[in-house]
């Protein structure tokens, strides 16, 4: 028994298919945002604790009473 493609049939595997890539691009492309803004939040969180670091060294102790 031999299956008949039509070309309808075609066309619409074909649209699947470019929905199916470009879905797929978009997400490769949002994964790499993803991965740049964690990093980049990695150095701005770094970034605060140094700063804070630094200021607490910077205070002079004051009794209080």
Known sequence: MILA??????????A????FFVL???VLIIALKLGRLE???????????ERREAER?????????
């Not at 039509?6 to 074909?14: D, H, L």
């Not at 990093?39 to 604790?49: F, N, P, Q, Y």
């Open 5 to 14: 493609v039509t070309t309808a049939e075609k066309y619409v595997a074909g």
């Open 16 to 19: 699947y298919g470019i929905v």
């Open 24 to 26: 797929l691009v978009y």
């Open 39 to 49: 990093r980049e939040l990695d150095e701005l969180t770094g970034r605060v604790r």
């Open 57 to 65: 060294e910077q205070r002079e102790e004051v009794s209080v009473g």
